[in-house]
Nanobody, 126 residues
């Protein structure tokens, strides 16, 4: 079992920045792929960013590329999402997810992940 707890959400003006954190606990002896997804009101959950198990590859949705950066600190069992140049359309609940199954998968897909956090709300005002 892996428990994921997100933090760092809040209210920010357009153009501002936030850094989200996702702390993992439980089965943390092994590295695993991590992802961030978001869900805006009335919309489906969508992929934001992911980092591979070995941390040698990162992936981003086109809508956040160049503005958001995913990173991880394995010593702290934490993954981060640095969000810059925020826009009102970035308003959503942000979820982190972990894939502990072996093997590769398409990390843009929700089905690639085994565990999910409860989410943290990001609100960007115009």
């Amino acid at each position: 079992q892996v428990q994921l707890v997100e933090s760092g959400g809040g209210l920010v003006q357009a153009g501002g920045s936030l850094r989200l954190s996702c702390a993992a606990s439980g089965r943390t002896g092994s590295s695993y792929a991590m992802g961030w997804f978001r869900q805006a009101p009335g919309k489906e959950r969508e992929f934001v960013a992911a980092v591979s198990r070995s941390s040698d590859s990162t992936y981003y949705a086109d809508s956040v590329k160049g503005r958001f950066t995913i990173s991880r600190d394995n010593g702290k069992n934490t993954v981060y999402l640095q969000m810059n140049s925020l826009r009102p359309e970035d308003t959503a609940i942000y979820y982190c997810a972990a894939r502990v199954r072996p093997g590769n998968s398409v990390l843009r897909l929700m089905g690639a992940y085994d565990y999910w956090g409860q989410g943290t709300l990001v609100t960007v005002s115009s």
